[in-house]
């Protein structure tokens, strides 16, 4: 998995309003699902300022199980499968 992580180092020097902006201007598409309509405007800045994209490439694994979860992934463009002992138990989309 590859990561914008250079983003972060880019932003780091900026006053926390201008990142927050930037961030939320970035994250928009992210920050507009049904699952934040409620969230306030301070929440979703705060929020925005701890996404990080990742781009993977086909048969690349995100996690295996029995991982720690340290994040919460959100499928933006593509699909990915869910697999145990090689089987497709599901495959999840874009979540609207």
Known sequence: MR???GLDKLLKDFPDELRSDI???LN???LELS???S???GCLRSLSLHIKTSFCTPGEYL???GDALQAVFFVCSGSMEVLKDGMVLAILGRFK
């Open 3 to 5: 990561c914008n992580f």
């Open 23 to 25: 961030t939320m201007h």
């Open 28 to 30: 928009k598409e992210i």
């Open 35 to 37: 699952l934040f309509a």
């Open 39 to 41: 969230a306030s405007r």
């Open 63 to 65: 996690l295996r199980q």
